[in-house]
């Protein structure tokens, strides 16, 4: 049988229908498919952000754990080379740390600024980093500036050691010094010089004079020969051995602080009061045999 023209344009509305829906049906699905990426796209941008803050928050985390392990002792503590060596290390992981971090901030806040990607949760939490970044960033400084202070405080404090123990160094040179002359001084102060010998020995050294006979002789007065005397300490001598059988003192001493004594037929001098004895004159002069 023969297709009609009314069969024929049925099946002409049928096929153009038919034609129209496929089109619409592909139009949506691609606008769908553009949804859905867009969608992945920003979820995985969104997951980024997230992810980095995260990252960024765990990292301050342990900023924050290594401050408390740093431990400034006190100025008068020193700091052994294992100490100091390790709180460098640690000073320098921080300032690595914080720089690390405030840069990966700064990409995330440009990043999202760009996307056009509005979240106040976002925004709130980069806000939040940026402060804790800046506290840590100022405890930092902080921990910095109190090594720094110590470090300088020692260095005075060592400055001020190395100064006293000149000073000390030269008080005790000077100290030296003024005992040396103290000790010279008391030497001086207790030295006495003593000679014993006949009445001729005496006159040839000068010792005794007279201008004439019957002119009273005169002890010491004139330039007598020094070396003939002998020098010793007036404390610490007691005795004089004086090896004859008469002896007569001719200089001036208290009496009191004296005495002559024989000892296996000869004379011993005895001075029993030495600050008595020498207190007229230092030198003491013996006519002997």
């Not at 404090?157 to 005992?179: F, Y």
């Not at 006159?203 to 002998?230: A, C, H, M």
């Not at 005495?259 to 000869?266: I, R, V």
Request: proline fraction near 2%.
């Amino acid at each position: 049988m023969k297709p009609t023209i009314f069969s024929l344009a049925i099946l002409l509305v049928l096929m153009t229908s038919c034609g129209k829906q496929s089109a619409d049906y592909k139009t949506l699905k691609a606008q769908n498919d553009s949804l859905m990426n867009a969608k992945l796209t920003l979820q995985n941008e969104v997951d980024g952000y997230f992810s980095a803050m995260n990252e960024i928050e765990q990292n301050i985390e342990k900023i924050k754990s290594t401050q408390n392990t740093i431990t400034i002792q006190p100025v008068g503590q020193d700091l052994n080379d294992d100490v100091r060596t390790k709180i460098n290390e640690d000073m320098a992981y921080l300032n690595d740390m914080l720089q690390e971090n405030k840069e990966e901030l700064s990409k995330l806040k440009t990043k999202l600024k760009k996307s056009g990607f509005k979240s106040a949760e976002l925004e709130s939490t980069i806000a939040r980093l940026t402060k804790s970044l800046d506290e840590e960033s100022q405890k930092v400084a902080d921990l910095q500036t109190q090594l720094a202070q110590k470090d300088s405080l020692i260095a005075g404090l060592g400055t001020t050691v190395d100064n006293l123990g000149k000073n000390i160094e030269n008080l005790a040179t000077e100290n030296k010094v003024k005992q040396s002359k103290i000790a010279d001084q008391e030497e001086t102060i207790h030295t006495a010089w003593y000679v014993f010998g006949t009445r001729k020995e005496l006159k040839e050294q000068k010792i005794i004079t007279s201008d004439g006979f019957f002119s009273p002789q005169r002890i010491l007065e004139s330039d007598f020969n020094k070396n003939y005397f002998v020098r010793i300490d007036a404390r610490n001598t007691k005795s004089i051995p004086l090896y004859s059988t008469s002896a007569k003192i001719l200089t001036n001493h208290p009496k009191s602080s004296y005495t002559l004594e024989k000892e296996n037929g000869n004379f011993i001098l005895l001075i029993v009061n030495p600050d008595d004895f020498w207190s007229i004159s230092k030198y003491l002069v013996i006519e002997v045999n």
